[in-house]
């Protein structure tokens, strides 16, 4: 039974997926925002949320090693297997945004700062509080770029298209289906991740494994699907974007909201290896983007990280 339900959520993120860019682009249209502002995050924050609600819930029930490990997998999932899909499937990458100069920062400074505050075997509800402020800067960053910017697909729309998509926009109908959008998406990863966790366990797999593979597998899944529709569409702006932007997401709401709820313990010794591998993913992300890397070879490496990743944590078990 649970496989059943694990296809039939599959089919509701996919569905879900596509609602939330074909709207997501209208308001880009609309009002001339960048198509990496609204993936950085409306489409963010709106994927995170299943990391959200699965680490909060750990939290509250006294599992800090599936909270920290969900935000911890989720990372490393996000760069490299949905960073290295959207470079395998895409034909040409040319991204209009310099990634590098204006997002490196944002994508390395909160692992850097997660680090930090795990080095004492604590996330507390002080620490909690400066993750919401890192965010806070994102958003007040992300809002600062938005101002002037015209998204440069309006100048590949015919005039009438533009007009038309202006013209026939609407705040009663957009916003009932974006909503309606991130809800099937939501709603598709919990009975996936509720699925596969059921499978998970069993095999008795450990609860560290359970978060840093199924549940974070489950909760960057609307992260994989949003991305592939926006990269096969061409927004490849807004797919890099919604990576940058959950990760932060992760890192900062999503851990954050999890130690307010309850200070979280953990011993990370054991967990070593993990806490690299998503240092590393993070470090290769900001080479991929310094040296304009986007490329299928630059896919290839990064799934291979993620093969890695995979081995190690799947050889403790």
Not at 254 to 280: C, E, Q, R
């Amino acid at each position: 039974m649970s496989f059943v339900i694990f296809v039939v959520s599959m089919a509701t993120l996919i569905w879900g997926a596509d609602l939330l860019i074909r709207e997501s682009e209208r308001i880009a249209l609309r009002f001339n925002i960048s198509e990496f502002v609204i993936g950085a995050t409306l489409i963010a924050l709106g994927t995170s949320l299943p990391e959200m609600a699965a680490s909060i819930a750990a939290s509250a029930d006294g599992k800090a090693e599936i909270a920290i490990a969900n935000v911890i997998g989720s990372n490393i999932l996000n760069i490299t297997m949905v960073l290295g899909t959207i470079f395998l499937i895409s034909k040409t990458i040319s991204p209009d945004r310099d990634f590098f100069a204006k997002d490196s920062y944002w994508a390395l400074v909160p692992v850097l700062v997660f680090i930090l505050m795990i080095i004492d075997g604590v996330v507390s509800r002080f620490d909690a509080l400066l993750l919401f402020l890192l965010m806070g800067a994102y958003i007040l960053f992300l809002l600062k770029e938005a101002k002037g910017i015209i998204s440069d697909q309006l100048d590949e729309l015919s005039d009438d298209l533009a007009d038309e998509t202006v013209t026939n926009f609407s705040w009663s109908v957009t916003i009932p289906l974006v909503i309606a959008g991130l809800l099937l998406v939501i709603i598709g990863a919990k009975f996936t991740i509720d699925s596969a966790s059921d499978i998970a366990r069993g095999f008795g797999i450990s609860e560290w494994v359970i978060g840093i593979i199924m549940i974070s597998l489950g909760t960057s899944l609307p992260e994989l699907v949003v991305s592939i529709a926006a990269a096969t569409k061409g927004k490849v702006d807004m797919a890099i974007g919604n990576i940058i932007g959950s990760n932060m997401a992760n890192t900062t709401i999503v851990l954050g909201a999890a130690a307010l709820t309850n200070p979280m313990k953990i011993d990370i010794s054991p967990y070593i290896f993990d806490i690299s591998t998503m240092l590393v993913a993070t470090l290769i992300l900001v080479f991929l983007t310094a040296n304009k890397l986007y490329s299928k070879p630059a896919g290839i490496s990064l799934f291979i990280i993620l093969g890695l990743f995979l081995e190690h944590t799947l050889s403790a078990m």
